[in-house]
């Protein structure tokens, strides 16, 4: 069974850092391109990243500020966020969009 769980999101202020973790299980995890995806309240959810074996993409809205990776080793998946604005306030979910699998999603609340 595939799973996507992903972990780290929170409050913090404009300005600030947070990385978030995504574990995958059930799967070959080092086979298949990962996506970040977050849905904002009210929004539809927007792709913001994607990492295959070596080539990272970027949304346009996202880009110097994010920074995905993985760690094959562990099947996780990460997404740094610096410089975080109020309008990155969403749900942020791992998927593997190809397959439709998505996790749980984590909470990233920017606000002073």
């Known amino acids: 069974e595939v799973q996507l769980v992903e972990s780290g999101g929170g409050l913090v202020q404009p300005g600030g850092s947070l990385r978030l973790s995504c574990a995958a299980s059930g799967f070959t995890f080092g086979n298949y391109d990962m996506n970040w995806v977050r849905q904002a309240p009210g929004k539809e959810p927007e792709w913001v990243s994607r990492l295959n074996s070596g080539t990272t993409y970027y949304a346009d809205s996202v880009n110097d500020r994010f920074t995905i990776s993985r760690d094959n080793a562990k099947n996780t998946l990460y997404l740094q966020i610096d410089s975080l604005k109020p309008e990155d306030t969403a749900v942020y979910y791992c998927?593997?969009?190809?397959?439709?699998?998505w996790g749980q999603g984590t909470q990233v609340t920017v606000s002073s």
């Open positions: 998927a593997i969009l190809g397959s439709g699998y």
